[in-house]
Nanobody, 121 residues
Framework: QVRLVESGGGLVQPGGSLRLSCAAS????????MGWFRQAPGKEREWVAGFDQSGSASYSASVKGRFTASRDNAKKMMYLQMSSLKPEDTAVYYC???????????????WGRGTQVTVSS
């Protein structure tokens, strides 16, 4: 069974940094798009950053210049380096991917369970 697992969340002061990781496991033939999303209390889930099928990274306007996404295809990992964190970055951060499941031979789009990021003094 294909799974995505996020880690690296925690409590950080404004202006601080955190690095999130997303690990994909299971039989995966190919990972196309991968992305980070977040959901703050009482708000809709929103896209934060991610990679398109060509491997190019893009960012939402709210995090551009502060967050950096990276990817290790060999390890089936994705990372989100977050710097200059603000209280409004507080949210549960989720990993999502469009991939080809090697057992089902079909495209699926699993989500991780999320990791909490809290920015507070």
């Amino acid at each position: 069974q294909v799974r995505l697992v996020e880690s690296g969340g925690g409590l950080v002061q404004p202006g601080g940094s955190l690095r999130l990781s997303c690990a994909a496991s299971g039989v995966i033939l190919r990972i196309d798009r991968m992305g980070w999303f977040r959901q703050a209390p009482g708000k809709e889930r929103e896209w934060v950053a991610g990679f398109d099928q060509s491997g190019s990274a893009s960012y939402s306007a709210s995090v551009k210049g502060r967050f950096t996404a990276s990817r290790d295809n060999a390890k089936k990992m994705m990372y989100l380096q977050m710097s200059s964190l603000k209280p409004e970055d507080t949210a549960v951060y989720y990993c999502n991917a469009d991939l080809i499941d090697g057992n089902l031979y079909t495209r699926i789009s699993p989500w991780g369970r999320g990791t909490q990021v809290t920015v507070s003094s």
